[in-house]
């Protein structure tokens, strides 16, 4: 019987094929007591489970060095520095000891049960990033679970038979497979996701993750079609079901009829076409059909992402995200010459383009220490963050900033401030940047010229534009934290995020009135957010004067696509309609522009 489950769109596409299901290496733990004699074996099990997925992931980072760009080498890499160094977590490993010493609980037993402590810290975290950070270290306890039972990695290039009837094993090595296969597992980490890549699987389905999740970002830059976050999914499906991933809608349907079947292997080939004639878009400039041309930058989280940029054929960094920098350093931060370094390669990366560094956004809700949460902080989204907390820090804050004029010698840099609101603030920002200049002065050490540029994501700043166009060079637009300030929505809130929503009439007055007064002054605007790389927004965005859209680097060639077909004169009658209307998703729905 075919039925559908649905979940969270993270990767666009449609994968097709059979199910195979990965159980979690947790379910089936076993519990008992040992003897007083068998601590130091206990102890010396676990030891020897997590030097043995160490290992595993050292190798995995050598054999990034040989896959294409494609692979999203940079951003694996990252997540699998993340899990190492949770495998040197001291409150897991202390913890664990403590379990199998004091309540002579056995190796597995008591590595799931720190596991479940640890959790609950991570449950009450605000932030939605952070919570998921859990699904971390729950990866590595289930790579460590498997080692010690001497259990593959779930995604280790398994083989398949076709026909095979549901509820049959067809895992056999040796076998072939005749038939695409999906992944149904309750989650995934980065490590199985890099040898997801390198294994048969044509797409995957977890029951949890969110949009920020390491497996959803992973999909996204691998170009993966993926659903997260389904729930019940892998209790649902049965071993060897067809399956169809809609990576667009986030939905999943399981035992598809012939004519579903056939409608979206329809829409597979449709899509497979599509991207072949994005390809060819990579050279040709972003020019409007009347002329209006349009920078298309990207969005980028560490200095090696520089490649992926330009190969997208991005034409300049929109967003350099500093804080991948910061986080996760358990007290020691990045000093200036670390710092210098990374955006030097950033800047070198890029061959001359401009790239524009965003100052740390990290505070109350993204701690740079994930085991040091202060939960008096009732709402850490209107709280110590971004440069409020900069500004609390002045000795950070300087370090950072004499790292970015350093890096500005060695080509064009902006440097972006998030989350600006008060006037008062303006004047110490720029204070402290003429001051890292003097510094770096009376140091004797080269620095470049650069554009200072504010992020318009309070309603507040967007409402006083005069005053930052007053001491600004540009201005970029954070439409995610500006809908979420504007509509009261915290998008990490399951019970609201239906109410997200970037059409809504405020949002698009304020982003429009930010664009217009930018453009009466001369000044650069550019939209940092996701609505920059959202299609279906593209075209009301160059109607409203937008110029310069920054996005993440696989996002590129389909936006440039819109432009393309794009007559700027048309749009903007029909643009000043939309937000106009009392409800502008209507407005824009079956007009052909």
């Not at 149904?184 to 890549?197: E, G, N, T, Y």
């Not at 797409?203 to 969110?210: K, L, P, Q």
């Not at 401030?417 to 890292?436: D, F, G, R, W, Y």
């Not at 304020?510 to 650069?524: D, F």
């Amino acid at each position: 019987m075919t039925f559908s489950i649905h979940g969270l769109a993270v990767s666009r596409g449609v994968a097709i094929g059979r199910a195979v299901l990965v159980a979690s290496s947790r379910m089936d733990v076993a519990h008992y007591f040992i003897q007083a004699n068998e601590v130091d074996a206990e102890i010396a099990r676990v030891r020897a489970g997590r030097d043995l997925v160490v290992e595993e992931l050292h190798r995995l980072q050598l054999s990034i060095a040989h896959m294409g760009p494609k692979e999203a080498t940079h951003e694996l890499s990252a997540l699998l520095d993340v899990h190492l160094m949770l495998l040197q977590d001291v409150e897991l490993i202390n913890g664990v000891k403590a379990w199998i010493v004091d309540r002579l609980y056995n190796a597995e037993w008591a590595l799931t049960t720190q596991l479940d402590i640890i959790s609950r810290h991570f449950d009450e975290m605000e932030d939605a990033y952070l919570r998921e950070r859990k699904a971390d270290l729950e990866q590595i306890v289930e790579r460590i679970l498997r080692a010690m039972r001497g259990v593959a990695s779930p995604v280790a290039a398994p083989k398949a038979r076709a026909g095979r009837k549901s509820g049959q094993q067809d895992l056999l090595l040796g076998d072939t497979v005749d038939v695409p296969l999906v992944l149904v597992a309750h989650d995934l980490s980065p490590a199985d996701m890099l040898q997801f890549k390198q294994s048969v699987f044509a797409g995957f389905i977890t029951d949890v993750g969110g949009k920020t999740s390491h497996t959803a970002i992973v999909a996204r830059s691998m170009d993966i079609p993926a659903v997260v976050g389904a729930r019940t999914c892998s209790q649902l499906v049965r071993q060897d079901d067809w399956i169809i991933i809609d990576g667009d809608a986030g939905v999943v349907i399981v035992d598809p009829s012939p004519i579903i079947l056939a409608e979206y292997g329809f829409k597979k080939r449709q899509l497979e076409l599509e991207r072949g004639r994005l390809s060819r878009l990579l050279n040709t400039p972003a020019v409007t059909m009347d002329g209006e041309k349009v920078q298309l930058l990207a969005n980028i989280e560490m200095p090696e992402d520089a490649q992926s940029a330009l190969q997208a054929g991005a034409v300049g960094v929109g967003l350099f995200r500093s804080e991948f920098l910061f986080m996760g350093r358990r007290g020691h931060l990045p000093d200036e010459e670390e710092q210098f370094q990374a955006y030097k390669r950033a800047v070198e990366g890029m061959k001359g383009l401009p790239v524009t560094i965003r100052t740390v956004d990290v505070g109350a809700d993204k701690p740079l220490d994930s085991s040091v949460y202060d939960d008096a902080h009732l709402n850490p989204a209107l709280g110590l963050r971004a440069i409020r907390w900069s500004l609390a820090d002045p000795a950070m804050f300087l370090t950072q900033l004499r790292a970015i004029l350093r890096a500005a010698a060695f080509g064009q840099v902006h440097l972006l401030v998030p989350m600006l609101a008060h006037a008062s603030e303006i004047h110490q920002t720029l204070a402290h940047i003429a001051q890292a200049r003097a510094m770096l002065d009376k140091r004797g050490l080269a620095h470049g010229p650069v554009q200072i540029g504010a992020m318009i994501e309070i309603p507040a700043a967007a409402l006083t534009l005069k005053l930052f166009l007053k001491h600004f060079d540009f201005l970029s637009i954070g439409t995610n934290d500006l809908i979420q300030y504007t509509l009261a929505i915290d998008r990490a809130d399951e019970s609201v995020a239906h109410l997200y929503d970037p059409l809504h009439p405020a949002v698009l007055q304020l982003v429009a009135a930010t664009i217009a007064e930018c453009r009466k002054q001369g000044k650069g605007v550019s939209v940092c957010g996701e609505m920059a790389g959202d299609v279906m927004l593209t075209r009301l965005l160059l109607g409203l004067g937008l110029r310069s859209f920054s996005m993440h680097p696989a996002q590129i060639l389909a936006v440039k696509q819109e432009i393309l077909r794009s007559d700027t004169t048309r749009l903007e009658p029909w643009a000043q309609r939309v937000i106009a209307a009392e409800d502008p998703t209507l407005e824009m729905t079956g007009v052909a522009l």
